[in-house]
Antibody, heavy 121, light 108 residues
């Protein structure tokens, strides 16, 4: 079945870096755009970034642009989020999510279970 | 950026009763509106897309409707497993993809 499994979360000091991974299975990963969405403790959902099916196009939320980089390796069916210059307000559960539409962007139809990032000194 | 406003923040409903959740977009999003359900400690799950199309495996008691920039999620007869937080999301004007703040459906 379609599955997304995130990893790489942890506790990190402000200003440091962390890289999240999302392993995909059960679908043709290289056909779909992929998103990162986060949820701060007790808060709602915040879209973070998206990457096109071929990795050529990337978009970011204003809150992370210039600090976070989304990438993918279609040969490994894996999505990444490189997070630099981390701040306390980046503390959240980070979900990867598959876009529903082939070759473009729409909504998220499959979500991973999430990985927790805590930024604290 | 399109702002999505959900109401109420909390809805107290008895099992078996109908629940009506609202979501308003700050400008037109056409029918490009999705609803997600999130239970504590779990990832969001897609319920509705295209404002009114149920996702695969979603029971018929969940329905979505729209009127201009106003969207409604109706749960016709609440089951115990339906108590959760529900989010609406627009995917018409991106980036960014924007979510409402959520409506918590709790047991009355």
């Amino acid at each position: 079945q379609v599955q997304l499994v995130e990893s790489g979360g942890g506790v990190v000091q402000p200003g440091r870096s962390l890289r999240l991974s999302c392993a995909a299975s059960g679908f043709t990963f290289s056909n779909y755009g992929m998103h990162w969405v986060r949820q701060a403790p007790g808060k709602g959902l915040e879209w973070v970034a998206v990457i096109s099916y071929d990795g050529r196009n990337k978009y970011y939320a204003d809150s992370v642009r210039g600090r976070f980089t989304i990438s993918r390796d279609n040969s490994k069916n894996t999505l990444y989020l490189q997070m630099n210059s981390l701040r306390a307000e980046d503390t959240a559960v980070y979900y990867c999510a598959k876009d529903q539409i082939v070759g473009s962007y729409a909504f998220m139809d499959v979500w991973g279970q999430g990985t927790t990032v805590t930024v604290s000194s | 950026e399109i702002v999505m406003t959900q109401s109420p923040a909390t809805l107290s409903v008895s099992p078996g009763e109908r629940a009506t959740l609202s979501c308003r977009a700050s400008q037109s999003v056409s029918s490009n509106l999705a609803w997600y359900q999130q239970k504590p400690g779990q990832a969001p799950r897609l319920l509705i897309y295209g404002a009114s199309t149920r996702a695969t495996g979603i029971p018929a008691r969940f329905s979505g409707s729209e009127s201009g920039t106003e969207f409604t999620l109706t749960i016709s007869s609440l089951q115990s497993e339906d108590f959760a937080v529900y989010y609406c999301q627009q995917y018409n004007n991106w980036p960014p993809w924007t979510f409402g703040r959520g409506t918590k459906v709790e047991i009355k």
